[in-house]
């Protein structure tokens, strides 16, 4: 059975953070910022506002673009490293407010890579025929686990949610895909609440987003590098085949380097960066929704969505667009 993505929908909080809000409390400045993140902007939930809010807000945003019937809808994807309870799924709560009747429901946890990874389950399904419309969600409300005494991570993130609906369709608009992961640099990018160590690495178990930014930065451009090749040679693709690479927005200059390694032109990656910091899991859709809604990104385009992230792990695939804003 084939697969397509024809219907979008985001939503970031209304709390807006520009990068003069750290000069206040921090040793950093707007500059700094800028230069060696390219983050202009964010956005933080309200005290009272949780992922699956954000999450709801999303599905609305979908269904008044596409004017989708979500009653049809029979399983529930949601990424998210910040749910606000560990049971139940943010997936089961988004089903019940948004009166989706009958569908399966689970929460992922892949970081960074999450959405990607949602995507390639709910293809699977799809090709196994066991479900026909499942909504797919990115979102993440890092702003609750951010320190705001480190400053060379607190500049980084921000809360958002996208959403989409992976469906049954006569052709095929999800191509193959890639997956790898280096566990052993997992000690280098955690959220945990539990003294217990990781790679055998004592940890700060404070319940806040602790990283060792230049191995992430490493590892990142390295990994994205290798794996945007193999996944367009696994397509009997070129990287000129390629409309528009949406890989996860964690920093410009990640971005930077990665095209100039590939000799990709900067004006074909789409990023969510500036506008709205590291989002995680909401990053690419955020990116992706921006590039439908500037007249960038058309129907029939082809695309290569990459994730990467906390594991540290790593999630893309090529696919060909098949969202249009009426
Ligand atoms: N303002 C001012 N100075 C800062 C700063 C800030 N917000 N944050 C760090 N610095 C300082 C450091 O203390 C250091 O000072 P020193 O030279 O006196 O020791 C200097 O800037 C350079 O630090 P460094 O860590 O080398 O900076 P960097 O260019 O690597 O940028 C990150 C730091 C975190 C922005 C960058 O490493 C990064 O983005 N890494 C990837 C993180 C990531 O993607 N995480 C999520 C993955 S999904």
Known sequence: MNATISSIGIYHPQKEIKNSYFEE????????IRERTGIENR??????EYTTDLCVKAVEALAKNHNTNLQEIDFIIVATSTPEQTLPSVASQVQTRMNIPHAGCIDISAACGGFVYGIILAKGLIASRTHRKILVIGAETLSKVT????????????????????????????????TDTH?????DLYLSNKNIP??????????????????????AVSTLTKKIEELVSKNDMTLDDIN??????????ILEAVCKELNIPMEKCLESIRNYGNTSEASIPLAWYDGIIS?????KDKLLLIGFGGGLTCAGICLQNNIEMK
């Open 147 to 178: 320190d705001f005494t480190d400053r060379s991570s607190c500049i980084l993130f921000g809360d958002g949610a996208g959403a989409v609906i992976v469906e049954a369709s006569t052709e095929n608009h999800l191509f193959k895909v890639i």
């Open 244 to 253: 528009f690479f949406i890989p996860h927005s964690a920093n410009i200059r």
């Open 183 to 187: 566990g052993s640099y997992g000690k």
């Open 295 to 299: 007249g960038k990104v058309k129907p």
């Open 25 to 32: 409390f921090l040793d950093t400045s707007d500059q700094w």
């Open 198 to 219: 990781i790679n055998g690495m004592p940890i700060i178990p404070d319940n806040k987003i602790r990283q060792n930014g230049r191995v992430v930065f490493k590892w």
């Open 43 to 48: 956005y933080y939930a309200s005290e009272n």
